[in-house]
């Protein structure tokens, strides 16, 4: 009998957080090519980000993150947690995280210096409070894209 995760995901080969992490980096580059972004990969993991957006004139370093819905708030970690090297943030290394959030099926994109330096929040629901300011609402990190340029590219020879 195989040993399952928390999130359903079998542990095996792979650590469980790995494979969150890489189910994470694929959704976010899916949803950033379909929104018309040139996503470049590293050809190696050393790095502190997963992939790069090229915007023409710069380069944007995308660190990805499996987020957690609970009580209607996306979480994600925004740190690294290493055995031999501790916590590390990542200032200076990246300039985004993409978050992916299965429950919902939704990728973000979201600066750095959005969110503090350890565990970052998406709220996609209103709170029980009714507080509306100071809140960083999912919405606005939203990875979109047009459908009408899904189906133009889809038509393209």
Known sequence: MQKTSSTGLVVGGVRSTSRL????????????????KCVLLPMNDD???????????????????????RNSVVTFQTCSNNVSSGRRDYRDAIEYFGVY?????TSYLVPIDHVPLRLGSLRVGSCRNNQSQNIRWARDYLIEYPPQELLRLARYP
């Open 21 to 36: 992490g890489n189910i994470a980096r694929g959704a976010v580059a899916a949803a950033l090519l379909k929104a018309g």
């Open 47 to 69: 790095q502190r980000y997963d992939l790069v957006i090229d915007e023409g004139s710069e380069f944007l370093r995308v660190q990805c993150k499996y987020g957690r819905l």
């Open 101 to 105: 959030c299965a429950e919902l099926g």
